[in-house]
């Protein structure tokens, strides 16, 4: 299983292809329909008004001077739709039994709780006359004073939600062995004691996001196109929330520009959008903008982590403990308190670990509620981990590659049991740092960097290792039971043959840029024999696709592409049995050869699949008892997470005289198994890794102290450009996974869980021979040069000060 | 106010408000929804489109401004085969399309279009006259480096 080692299977079948995507034509020439995009005849457009206070009661709404507008035709308060809605807005994941949660309505009634909030709705005839329609509604507000920093929350000197007493959502603790943690540390050679935090981040995808509602007033069901990850949640959800029947409510997710965890989610938009295209009878629609974005959308991340570490003399890692402050906004949105739990079982991370504490306690701010963002809590884990390893380091007083490898769980032990509880599925994960080391030059690096540091050089070289393992697949539909998940985990696919040998398969996943269509064609087309070009794939329509789960967590190749190819090999038993009675054999001495039954020994007795889906079609002649139709539907649940793994290593230069650090240079080697298509998998690694790094040196949500995001435009928050970042080195090793048949594992999130400590342990490292030791997400160069100017003047050089 | 427009080689006469967006007259008055919209400060280039030949962010110009002007936006670009088959894509399509140079694709309709008019100004730029070239396009999936590379093999600077 060496590095260099492609995973493709035997030479000409589809798996393991980097065949090109079936997506890109319609999107590259502008055909592709996103949610903006869509015609709607006699739509209206809606217009939110929004809180500007982070914290303010509402006194009063003024709609008059509105109404008068150009063609405006109504505007709705709280008031006016308390009755909309049979339920709250939908959190689906109550992680303990004494979980606070306040009723979260889409539309505020009395009390604004974050800058964004919404308190009353516009509707107009076009998106023009709505924006200023907003404008003119007056509300009277009583501004009150706003909690925002996640400790004072925690402190309760002022309370969000004064029906819940207190801003403590839940704590949620692991904590199998309390006294041998504390016999650990007690017992240790050596302890790491840090403190970091996981700044909120903006998710950004490039497409904001949209909604428009169709009422069929006479037709009899309702139609819900939204710019969504999550199309059959959502109808699950509009159905309990608006009370419309659900089999009378179909959900589209058209073209989506991207989600990264922030369109897995039930928003406010869409419920309100459902609420009033019922109540008028006619068509709604919003789209929203960048600015509204910023604060409308769910964030991401949002902690404190103070983080522990017990060791031996050599540095071997004895026991963690984990105590983590969990910022979740001012409400629960679909999955908020779930979202650092993800993350709870990894804060050992790669290392074979005896003894674990963790604790999370998540509390309300008043700042726009966070929820999944790319990772979703295994980043913030892996980010602990990977910087508390090279503390460790230090205090031992070995190079940081050296430290881990002293701390890997060895190859041998998989399917490793860890001691939070979970079955690591495989793994080897020393050869992806000896390639990634090898692919910096890290030898020569560490030479370059003492020669560099002799003589004087104003600018400091820096060398940052991580190495991650992410549970993701989700999910066991189980084990989110064991953790109060309202939902379970499962995928569904169906694959029918046509009667002209062409190939549909449905697919419950919902793709918005991952190139499901290419890849789960891939699966079948290997399977079948077939070119992938006969393969269609259907989805993100709960009329097309009735059953499914939808697309995050890493979840759609290990569970979705799995219940593909099992679908398929259901339709090849089945073709099986139908040409075995054709051709008047046993099934068994059959076998499927590109796209053809074939008697083994006797290849002239043969029929097509396309001859065999014919006979299915016109059912002239099937076996007794068989049902016509060449198909076969599958919903798999997976008995396991699968945990894809990998070491990614970052090169900066840090400027001393300015505090500005440059990325020279990013080796990332991953494992996610057998890769259907390696060029996509690239692609996921790409962007992933610049989304880690970005967390690392350019993005954060700043607010002030009244709670108001100072920087909600593409001008002031800093999704990188092409121009910041350097050509990304990728390799990869091939560990698969025992857990499914296609031994797959996910990949959509790895770069970004990789990415974000490496590039911070680069920064600390170049900075160590100023005895700097911390420096805060994101290393801006304001935050890296008063480091080092602190550091200088023999304060604590931890860059907390800085803003 | 009444404007004609030369749009992917047609006129088009209307008539619009003063303030509306170049973007918005595309959308929704002449249907051409391949131009997206993904900020509202000029940011993130998914907007762009060329005026006479050179790249303008449509959010940034009013429609009355490019009156009498040509406007060459994503629907424009490839050939079109007149016959319901697919027609030719442009070369800098193309190599979007071999380089794995998009995902979700909302960035893609204003990216190529920079990356088109990058090329027209320097037909043989280094990697990092591509980078900085790009720098006014956001792309959130990629992370730049198949677009990055893409630009490069329509530049034929790389081997495809």
Same mark, same amino acid.
């Given at each position: ?32 329909? %996103? =949610? *903006? ?20 009661? =509402? ?10 507008? &150009? ?66 509604? !007056?509300?009277?507000?009583? &501004? ?11 402190? *309760? ?27 650990? %540390? ?37 139609? !819900? ?28 997710? &058209?073209?989506?520009?991207?989600? %990264? ?21 006619? &068509? ?66 790669v290392y074979d670990v005896p003894a674990y ?61 860890? !001691? ?102 891939? =699966? ?5 024999? =077939? ?85 299915? %079609? ?18 798999? *649940? ?63 949500? !700043?607010?002030?102290? *009244? ?92 860059g907390e000060g800085a803003p | 106010m009444e ?19 170049? $973007? ?14 993904? #900020?509202?400060?000029?940011? #993130?280039? @998914? ?40 027609? @030719? ?8 399309? @071999? ?7 909302? #960035?893609?309709?204003?990216? $190529? ?25 956001? #792309? ?10 893409a630009v490069l093999a329509a530049a034929g600077?790389?081997?495809?």
């Amino acid at each position: 299983m060496t590095a260099t080692e492609t995973p493709t299977t035997a030479e000409g079948r589809a798996f393991g292809q980097r065949l090109l995507r079936k997506e890109d034509p319609r999107l590259l020439t502008g055909e592709a329909r %996103f =949610i *903006d995009d869509l015609q709607i005849p006699g739509a209206l457009w809606m217009g939110m008004v929004r809180s500007p206070y982070a914290h303010a009661r =509402i006194r009063g709404i003024d709609v008059s001077a509105a109404l008068e507008m &150009p063609g405006v035709r109504h505007v709705f308060t709280g008031a006016d739709l308390a009755d909309a809605w049979a339920d709250p807005m939908p959190c689906a994941w109550p992680v303990t039994e004494d979980m606070k949660a306040p009723a979260h309505w889409p539309v505020a009634k009395d009390k604004a709780c974050y800058v964004g909030d919404i308190v009353a709705v516009v509707v107009a005839e076009d998106r023009y006359q709505a924006a200023d329609a907003v404008d003119a509604v !007056v509300v009277d507000y009583e &501004p009150l004073e706003a909690v925002v920093d996640i400790e004072d929350a925690a402190s *309760d000197r002022v309370v969000v939600h004064e029906e819940l007493g207190t801003n403590r959502s839940y704590t949620w603790t692991l904590s199998p062995e309390p006294e041998a943690v504390e016999r650990a %540390f007690a017992e240790a050679a050596h302890t790491v004691s840090e403190t970091y935090v996981q700044q909120r981040l903006i998710p950004v995808a490039m497409e904001p996001r949209g909604v428009a509602v169709v009422p069929g007033v006479y037709g009899g069901d309702l139609t !819900v196109y939204s710019s969504t990850q999550i199309p059959h949640i959502l109808k699950v959800m509009v159905a309990a929330t608006c009370g419309v029947p659900e089999h009378k409510v179909r959900v589209v997710a &058209p073209a989506v520009g991207g989600g %990264f965890g922030s369109k897995l989610n039930v928003y406010a938009e869409e419920l309100i959008a459902v609420a009033l295209a019922r109540r008028l009878g006619v &068509p709604t629609r919003w789209t929203e903008t960048r600015a509204e974005n910023a604060v409308a959308t769910i964030q991401g991340r949002g902690q404190v982590q103070r983080m522990e570490l017990a060791a031996d003399a050599e540095g071997r890692v004895t026991a963690v403990r984990a105590r983590i402050t969990a910022d979740m906004g001012a409400y629960l949105q679909l999955v908020t308190p779930g979202i650092p739990l993800l993350g709870a079982f990894l804060y050992h991370g790669v290392y074979d670990v005896p003894a674990y504490h963790f604790e999370c306690t998540g509390v309300f701010t008043n700042r726009t509620p966070t929820d999944a963002y790319r990772g979703a809590g295994r980043p913030e884990a892996t980010y602990a981990i990977e910087r508390a390893m090279d503390a460790l380091a230090r205090e031992v007083g070995v190079d940081p590659a050296e430290i881990r490898r002293r701390n890997y769980i060895p190859p041998d032990r998989f399917p490793y049991e860890s !001691v939070a509880g979970l079955t690591y599925d495989s793994g080897d994960y020393e050869p992806t740092l000896d390639r990634a080391l090898e692919l910096v030059g890290y030898e020569e690096l560490r030479a370059e960097q003492a020669r560099r540091r002799a003589a004087g050089e104003k600018k400091h070289l820096g060398i940052g290792v991580s190495t991650y393992v992410e549970m993701c697949g989700l999910a066991p539909s189980r084990v989110l039971a064991s953790l109060n998940y309202a939902a379970g985990g499962w995928e569904a696919a169906s694959v029918r043959v046509l009667p002209t040998g062409k190939v549909q398969v449905v697919s419950g996943t919902t793709p918005h840029g991952q190139g499901h269509e290419t890849s789960w064609s891939q =699966i079948v087309a290997d399977r079948l024999g =077939i070119d992938p070009a006969d393969v269609e794939v259907l989805h993100s329509d709960t009329a097309v696709s009735p059953l499914g789960m939808d697309t995050y967590g890493s979840r759609s190749l290990p569970v979705g592409g799995v219940a593909v190819a099992m679908a398929t090999d259901q339709v090849i038993a089945k073709a099986k049995a139908i040409a075995a009675h054709q051709l008047e054999c046993a099934e068994d001495d059959l076998e499927l050869v590109d796209g053809e039954l074939r008697v083994r020994g006797t290849p002239a007795r043969s029929m097509t699949l396309q001859a065999v889906a014919f006979e299915a %079609f016109s059912a002239h002649d099937l076996p007794d008892g068989m049902e016509p139709n060449l198909s076969a539907q599958v919903s798999y *649940d997976p008995p396991n997470f699968v945990f894809p793994f990998g070491t990614h290593v970052a090169v900066v230069e840090v400027d001393e005289e300015t505090g500005r650090v440059e990325l020279r240079d990013y080796a990332a080697v991953d494992d996610c198994g057998p890769q259907v298509n390696p060029m996509i998998v690239e692609g996921q690694l790409h962007g992933g890794i610049v989304q880690g790094a970005a967390q690392a040196l350019w993005e954060e949500a !700043v607010y002030d102290a *009244d709670g108001n995001l100072r920087n909600p435009t593409l001008v002031d928050y800093g999704v990188p450009s092409a121009a910041e970042l350097p050509s990304l080195k990728l390799d990869h090793t091939v560990t698969p996974s025992p857990t499914n048949p296609l031994g797959v594992k996910g990949i959509g999130e790895a770069g970004t869980i990789g990415a974000t400590p490496a590039v911070i342990n680069a920064i600390v490292d170049a900075l160590s021979p100023f005895g700097i030791t911390d420096i805060a997400m994101p290393a801006t160069p304001e935050r890296v040069w008063a480091a080092i100017q602190q550091a200088r003047s023999g304060s604590a050089g931890d860059g907390e000060g800085a803003p | 106010m009444e404007i004609t427009l030369s749009v992917n080689g047609v006129e088009r006469t209307s008539d619009v408000e003063p303030r509306r967006l170049l $973007v918005h007259h595309l959308r929704d008055d002449l249907g051409l929804t391949g131009t997206n919209v993904g #900020c509202d400060t000029s940011s #993130c280039g @998914a907007c762009t489109v060329l005026l006479d030949g050179e790249s303008v962010k449509s959010c940034t110009i009013l429609a009355v401004q490019a009156d009498g002007h040509e406007v060459t936006t994503i629907e424009g670009l490839a050939g079109a085969a007149g016959n319901g088959e697919t027609g @030719a894509l442009h070369p800098v399509q193309e190599a979007f399309h @071999a380089q794995h140079g998009l995902q979700c694709g909302f #960035c893609t309709p204003g990216m $190529v279009m920079a990356a088109v008019s990058l090329l027209d100004e320097n037909p043989h730029p280094t990697e990092e006259d591509v980078r900085l070239g790009l720098e006014g396009n956001l #792309c959130r999936c990629t992370g730049y480096q198949n677009i990055v590379r893409a630009v490069l093999a329509a530049a034929g600077e790389v081997r495809a």
